[in-house]
């Protein structure tokens, strides 16, 4: 069963304006969250994360939002650029013995047109 | 700065070959991890690591097996090489942290093709 799930395979936005990608998960244990970006023949890179106590964080241009009671958290990227077009993956953690183990979403596909 | 290396970058096998994939990490991380990326599916655990001699099934364990016997290197083997074993894989790393900090870190990864 998907636990993290993506369920936007891709989504188109013109430079400048926002970029809101989704994710929900079913797994209530999950207290860590995590987004990641992946350029085309590379590694995913760590963006951005969200621990369960909080809300929202943000770091320049892009901000998480974390909704518990919804077990759904999104991301805002403004204003967006070329250079933001990756995959993005969100990933979740449940922490304690879990020896950092992650579960991952299906990813999205951002573009950004000039 | 992490730094998070695998062998090849590209590798074509063939049916039933004995595959090995080699992930090397420089930053005395205590967990390893390997993944296979597919589209539409996204990253699946296929083992992981949190210690030398340590290892512990994913996701997608069937048809693969990991040696890891010094901390930095981790070993995927593909036993009998399948097409539908035709993917991306991904070797990661991370600390052993005492909180819920659970960042890994990525190498570039292998796409191997399986003929």
């Known amino acids: 069963d998907q636990q993290v799930k993506q369920n936007s395979p891709s989504l188109s936005v013109q430079e400048g304006r926002i970029s809101i990608l989704n994710c929900d998960y079913t797994?209530?244990?999950?207290?860590?969250f995590l987004w990641y970006k992946k350029y085309p023949a590379e590694g995913p890179t760590f963006l951005i994360s969200?621990?369960?106590?909080?809300d929202k964080n943000e770091d320049g241009r892009f901000t998480v939002f974390l909704n518990k009671s919804a077990k759904h958290l999104s991301l805002h990227i403004v204003p967006s650029q070329p250079g933001d077009s990756a995959v993005y993956f969100c990933?979740?953690?449940?922490?304690?013995?879990?020896?950092?183990?992650?579960?991952f979403g299906q990813g999205t596909i951002l573009t950004v047109h000039p | 700065d992490v730094k998070v290396t695998q062998s090849s970058r590209y590798l074509v096998k063939r049916t039933g070959e004995k595959v090995f994939l080699e992930c090397v990490q420089d930053?005395?991380?205590?967990?390893m991890f390997w993944y296979r990326q597919d589209p539409g599916l996204g990253l699946r655990l296929i083992y992981f690591?949190?210690?030398?001699?340590?290892?512990e099934k994913g996701d997608i364990p069937e048809g693969y097996s990991v040696s890891r016997e010094k901390k930095e290197r981790f070993s995927l083997i593909l036993e009998s090489a399948s097409t539908n074993q035709t993917s991306m894989y991904l070797c990661?790393?991370?600390?052993?942290?005492?909180?819920?900090?659970?960042?890994?870190?990525f190498g570039p990864g292998t796409r191997l093709t399986v003929l």
């Open positions: 990661a790393s991370s600390p052993r942290l005492a909180g819920m900090d659970n960042e890994q870190f």
């Open positions: 797994n209530s244990m999950f207290d860590y």
């Open positions: 969200i621990s369960s106590i909080k």
């Open positions: 990933a979740a953690s449940a922490g304690g013995t879990s020896y950092g183990k992650l579960t």
């Open positions: 930053m005395d991380h205590e967990n």
């Open positions: 690591s949190y210690d030398v001699k340590m290892k």
